[in-house]
């Protein structure tokens, strides 16, 4: 019995060696990357390249076991699940304007609480890991956008006010 379940176990891990999900990969960078907006340093774009592009952006640099199921899913969800949450390549498609300045906010919080990039990611991307003096740079360079942001007169950054919620009284 036990050799019948080892096997059935074994086809079905080499049968899903042939479902892959789709790469996270871009040959142009999008018309709407936060580049298109905002000027980005050279030290903060090696940072973004080296610890937030895999995951939030359209450039995702796979390593060799992300060809092995089940590990593509999960790097695939990952990804899908940082550029859900901050995109870098759509960026500019960000609407209304206070979406933007939210998102960098979030960004500077979760740099300064040491909240990103992942642990799980800094595990085996080991060069991601941030010195202080690059979250330093990396969050003046948010923070300069939201001030620049705030100082255009064009951009509306008020977010909707909720209304009562059910049960609220």
């Known amino acids: 019995m036990m050799k019948k379940i080892l096997l059935g176990l074994l086809v079905v891990l ?6 892959q999900p789709e790469k996270n990969i871009s040959e142009t960078r999008s018309p709407n990357d936060i580049r298109t907006l ?3 340093p050279d030290d ?19 390593p060799w076991y992300s060809n092995i199921q089940p590990v593509a899913w999960f790097l695939a ?10 995109d870098l390549s759509e960026f500019a498609a960000y609407s209304p304007d206070w979406v933007k300045w939210h998102k ?10 040491g909240e990103m990039p992942l642990e799980s990611y800094t595990l ?7 010195t202080d003096a690059e979250k330093a740079s990396l969050i003046g360079w948010a923070q300069d956008i939201r001030a620049q942001m705030e ?18 009284h």
């Open 14 to 19: 080499i049968v899903i060696q042939f479902i």
């Open 124 to 130: 085996i991307h080991r060069d991601a890991i941030l």
């Open 77 to 86: 969800h990952h990804v899908d699940d940082g550029k859900k949450h901050f």
């Open 38 to 40: 905002y000027e980005v």
């Open 151 to 168: 100082a255009d007169s064009t951009i509306d950054l008020t977010p909707p006010k909720r209304g009562p919620r059910p049960g609220d």
């Open 44 to 62: 903060v774009g090696l940072i973004l390249e080296k610890a937030c592009d895999d995951c939030h952006s359209n450039n995702t640099k796979y």
């Open 104 to 113: 960098l906010e979030e960004l500077v919080e979760m740099v300064d609480e």
